[in-house]
């Protein structure tokens, strides 16, 4: 095969009309170009062929077409706001409202019309056709629009699901916190004045694979994980002590969880419960499942048997082979093959549909005991940021996704060598093609059972950094995406579902895109290790640059959520005590051109600056967590989101970016349940500091 040349024009054309930057510029403001090679490999993830100039010509062809004159199935616009339509839209139009409202008109001369006033997904008839008008609200709800007005300065906990304890100790819960345990910290949080509880991704994990434990690498963001399910509030506490009957005894409860011995055993009681339920469930519970499984369609069925043939291929010795490298007939979900499967293991496929349902009802009424209790919010999901490849997602939706490459990072000041985070991106083109249509049964999922949904990563709406299998992270490229149609279908599901929108700013933020967050009502997040000054560059360069104070908290920006630290991020108390540094010392995980004496010493720099701005005379020995809970509830922030770690005072972090077995990611538990936790005289004083500058008692 004849490949094109190093630095040929139509290959950097494609490219362009593609949406792939092929200049960059890294963290350290050095401009940075893409291999031809690496172009040619995501051009070709999204299927776009570029081997040699024939290829070029053809896939060039094909993306004007999709880009030109035909009517896609779905166009974006917002309320009242003028909309452009395809070159093939003119002359009349009607459009025919959800609410049954008819609009009629003329395109104008430069191929747009206005939108109806009215949110919704409408129908747009014109001579070229028919299609789908998505109109959103100017903004997703705002937290004043949720409480009517009434004190709108909220604050609320963040909470890693699996690090939960239950008051009383559930029989069943296998070792690590589930939906039960978000149930009671919520009612608890609720009296103590919490608005919201902002929990870790629920997503559907990997059944065969419980030491899959990371949730922001899930099978599918459609469905949840099952392992989470709390049997007792949906079938009863005599049906859970029936299933527990049939078990041995389950594993010891520690502090690190077990994920594959918990996992397995808490597998096996779900399939207790299963094998009751097709023989003694209750008629109104068998109702509800039956209505579960009619609404979740074909989606249901696949992901089921997916996970079915997952578990069947390692039982055959094929040890959870990923997909792609399954028996030809089985790598298609619509294939006779798959659906031969499915015929001769219903109940195994069943199995897979019924946990589902017991996760999604356990979910469900988490969200109804955190309204009833008073939260005004309740529970914020978190929706990652993609799929793995070997996963459900990927399988039974294929053209969805963008094969061959990965989502990571690009090189910057802590991870020099970028990152690949080996999951799989939706592709632009299907998304274009499909009326978003995968980008909306995401939204809906995470939003079914859920007062809000903090989205993992939002600058990828605009642009993600994607690496070819088989490349170096350093050696991947951004690929654009249609930022404003995304950010407006998102308003859109949330003003549906009456939701808050929250969206992961972090990192490198491209020119304008906060604005587009502000101008479409969705919150950034202030986190307080970043909340900095800008840098003084009037000092020479020979001079070491010197952290920048602390902004006053009154200078938070407003459009945001105020956080004191992330999933990702060190504790106040780890932060302040160097336990991340240690950590990253003896793992050697530091940044390049970092030592750990330049990183402590920056450390005690930035604890003095951090004291100064907390108003504290003498810098503390250890954290101050009461002060610096006051100091970032204070922000004109409308909502304080403060993670269950800082509460309880945690040194450790959930999480360590740039490690998976060095490092126990993902398997801490709290210290107590949520009754002993706010029983501690320690943690009301905390909440007394949060809840300052909030308006709640």
């Given at each position: 095969?004849?490949?094109?040349?190093?630095?040929?024009?139509?290959?950097?054309?494609?490219?362009?009309?593609?949406?792939?930057?092929?200049?960059?510029?890294?963290?350290?403001?050095?401009?940075?170009?893409?291999?031809?090679?690496?172009?040619?490999?995501?051009?070709?993830?999204?299927?776009?062929?570029?081997?040699?100039?024939?290829?070029?010509?053809?896939?060039?062809?094909?993306?004007?077409?999709?880009?030109?004159?035909?009517?896609?199935?779905?166009?974006?616009?917002?309320?009242?706001?003028?909309?452009?339509?395809?070159?093939?839209?003119?002359?009349?139009?009607?459009?025919?409202?959800?609410?049954?409202?008819?609009?009629?008109?003329?395109?104008?001369?430069?191929?747009?019309?206005?939108?109806?006033?009215?949110?919704?997904?409408?129908?747009?008839?014109?001579?070229?056709?028919?299609?789908?008008?998505?109109?959103?609200?100017?903004?997703?709800?705002?937290?004043?629009?949720?409480?009517?007005?009434?004190?709108?300065?909220?604050?609320?906990?963040?909470?890693?699901?699996?690090?939960?304890?239950?008051?009383?100790?559930?029989?069943?819960?296998?070792?690590?916190?589930?939906?039960?345990?978000?149930?009671?910290?919520?009612?608890?949080?609720?009296?103590?004045?919490?608005?919201?509880?902002?929990?870790?991704?629920?997503?559907?994990?990997?059944a065969a694979q419980p030491q899959r434990c990371s949730p922001y690498a899930p099978s599918s963001r459609?469905?949840?994980?099952?392992?989470?399910?709390?049997?007792?509030?949906?079938?009863?506490?005599?049906?859970?002590?029936?299933?527990?009957?049939?078990?041995?005894?389950?594993?010891?409860?520690?502090?690190?969880?077990?994920?594959?011995?918990?996992?397995?055993?808490?597998?096996?009681?779900?399939?207790?419960?299963?094998?009751?339920?097709?023989?003694?469930?209750?008629?109104?519970?068998?109702?509800?499942?039956?209505?579960?499984?009619?609404?979740?369609?074909?989606?249901?069925?696949?992901?089921?048997?997916?996970?079915?043939?997952?578990?069947?291929?390692?039982?055959?010795?094929?040890?959870?082979?990923?997909?792609?490298?399954?028996?030809?007939?089985?790598?298609?979900?619509?294939?006779?093959?798959?659906?031969?499967?499915?015929?001769?293991?219903?109940?195994?496929?069943?199995?897979h549909r019924y946990a589902q349902w017991l996760a999604a009802e356990s979910l469900g009424h988490a969200?109804?005991?955190?309204?009833?209790?008073?939260?005004?919010?309740?529970?914020?999901?978190?929706?990652?940021?993609?799929?793995?490849?070997?996963?459900?997602?990927?399988?039974?939706?294929?053209?969805?996704?963008?094969?061959?490459?990965?989502?990571?990072?690009?090189?910057?000041?802590?991870?020099?060598?970028?990152?690949?985070?080996?999951?799989?991106?939706?592709?632009?083109?299907?998304?274009?093609?499909?009326?978003?249509?995968?980008?909306?049964?995401?939204?809906?999922?995470?939003?079914?059972?859920?007062?809000?949904?903090?989205?993992?990563?939002?600058?990828?709406?605009?642009?993600?950094?994607?690496?070819?299998?088989?490349?170096?992270?350093?050696?991947?490229?951004?690929?654009?995406?249609?930022?404003?149609?995304?950010?407006?279908?998102?308003?859109?599901?949330?003003?549906?579902?009456?939701?808050?929108?929250?969206?992961?700013?972090?990192?490198?933020?491209?020119?304008?895109?906060?604005?587009?967050?502000?101008?479409?009502?969705?919150?950034?997040?202030?986190?307080?290790?970043?909340?900095?000054?800008?840098?003084?560059?009037?000092?020479?360069?020979?001079?070491?640059?010197?952290?920048?104070?602390?902004?006053?908290?009154?200078?938070?920006?407003?459009?945001?959520?105020?956080?004191?630290?992330?999933?990702?991020?060190?504790?106040?108390?780890g932060w302040w005590a160097e336990r991340d540094i240690d950590v990253r010392a003896e793992l050697n995980?530091?940044?390049?051109?970092?030592?750990?004496?330049?990183?402590?010493?920056?450390?005690?720099?930035?604890?003095?600056?951090?004291?100064?701005?907390?108003?504290?005379?003498?810098?503390?020995?250890?954290?101050?967590?009461?002060?610096?809970?006051?100091?970032?509830?204070?922000?004109?922030?409308?909502?304080?989101?403060?993670?269950?770690?800082?509460?309880?005072?945690?040194?450790?972090?959930?999480?360590?970016?740039?490690?998976?077995?060095?490092?126990?990611?993902?398997?801490?538990?709290?210290?107590?349940?949520?009754?002993?936790?706010?029983?501690?005289?320690?943690?009301?004083?905390?909440?007394?500091?949060?809840?300052?500058?909030?308006?709640?008692?």
């Open positions: 095969m004849t490949t094109t040349p190093a630095g040929d024009p139509a290959l950097s054309a494609l490219a362009a009309k593609a949406g792939i930057a092929e200049h960059w510029t890294d963290a350290r403001q050095r401009p940075r170009q893409v291999s031809p090679d690496t172009l040619r490999l995501l051009l070709e993830g999204m299927g776009l062929p570029a081997g040699n100039a024939h290829d070029i010509r053809d896939s060039d062809h094909r993306l004007g077409v999709e880009l030109g004159a035909r009517l896609p199935p779905l166009l974006v616009a917002r309320s009242g706001m003028p909309a452009s339509l395809p070159a093939c839209a003119r002359g009349r139009y009607r459009i025919v409202c959800e609410s049954g409202l008819t609009c009629d008109g003329e395109v104008a001369e430069d191929g747009s019309l206005i939108a109806p006033q009215e949110p919704g997904y409408h129908s747009l008839h014109l001579a070229c056709g028919q299609t789908v008008l998505a109109v959103a609200p100017r903004q997703a709800p705002s937290l004043d629009d949720l409480t009517d007005g009434m004190r709108p300065r909220a604050w609320g906990l963040c909470a890693q699901v699996y690090s939960l304890r239950r008051d009383a100790g559930q029989a069943g819960d296998g070792g690590f916190g589930g939906f039960g345990a978000v149930r009671e910290l919520a009612a608890a949080a609720a009296a103590e004045g919490a608005d919201a509880l902002a929990i870790s991704p629920v997503h559907a994990m990997f459609l469905f949840l994980n099952t392992l989470y399910a709390d049997p007792a509030s949906i079938l009863g506490d005599d049906a859970l002590r029936r299933a527990l009957a049939e078990l041995a005894a389950q594993p010891p409860v520690t502090d690190l969880i077990d994920w594959p011995s918990a996992g397995i055993w808490r597998q096996r009681l779900l399939r207790a419960l299963h094998r009751q339920f097709r023989t003694i469930g209750p008629e109104d519970a068998r109702q509800r499942y039956e209505a579960f499984c009619v609404r979740r369609g074909k989606a249901l069925r696949d992901h089921a048997v997916f996970e079915a043939l997952h578990a069947a291929q390692a039982a055959h010795g094929a040890h959870h082979l990923p997909w792609t490298q399954w028996a030809a007939g089985l790598r298609d979900p619509d294939s006779p093959e798959v659906e031969r499967y499915a015929r001769q293991h219903p109940v195994e496929v069943d199995f969200q109804k005991a955190a309204r009833r209790a008073g939260m005004r919010v309740g529970l914020i999901s978190d929706l990652a940021v993609g799929d793995s490849p070997d996963g459900s997602h990927a399988w039974s939706r294929q053209t969805d996704l963008m094969p061959g490459l990965s989502i990571g990072a690009p090189p910057d000041i802590h991870n020099p060598q970028g990152q690949n985070w080996n999951l799989a991106a939706f592709s632009p083109r299907a998304m274009h093609a499909q009326g978003y249509a995968a980008y909306i049964d995401m939204l809906r999922a995470a939003l079914a059972h859920a007062g809000g949904l903090r989205i993992d990563h939002i600058l990828g709406m605009a642009r993600l950094w994607l690496v070819p299998d088989g490349l170096a992270a350093d050696a991947g490229a951004y690929l654009r995406y249609p930022l404003r149609e995304l950010l407006a279908l998102t308003a859109l599901e949330a003003w549906r579902h009456r939701a808050l929108a929250i969206g992961e700013n972090l990192g490198t933020v491209p020119e304008g895109f906060n604005r587009e967050l502000a101008d479409h009502g969705i919150l950034g997040m202030n986190v307080l290790w970043f909340m900095r000054q800008e840098p003084d560059m009037t000092a020479p360069p020979s001079e070491p640059p010197k952290p920048a104070p602390f902004l006053a908290a009154e200078d938070w920006p407003v459009q945001a959520v105020a956080m004191t630290s992330t999933h990702d991020l060190p504790t106040l108390r995980l530091l940044g390049g051109g970092d030592d750990e004496a330049t990183l402590r010493h920056n450390r005690r720099m930035d604890r003095s600056l951090l004291a100064q701005a907390l108003g504290c005379a003498v810098e503390p020995a250890r954290a101050p967590l009461e002060d610096m809970l006051r100091f970032v509830s204070s922000s004109p922030c409308p909502l304080l989101l403060v993670p269950m770690e800082d509460l309880a005072g945690e040194l450790e972090q959930p999480n360590l970016p740039g490690t998976v077995d060095q490092h126990p990611n993902w398997r801490r538990r709290l210290a107590a349940s949520s009754a002993a936790c706010f029983a501690d005289p320690a943690v009301q004083g905390r909440l007394q500091a949060l809840r300052t500058g909030r308006s709640r008692p």
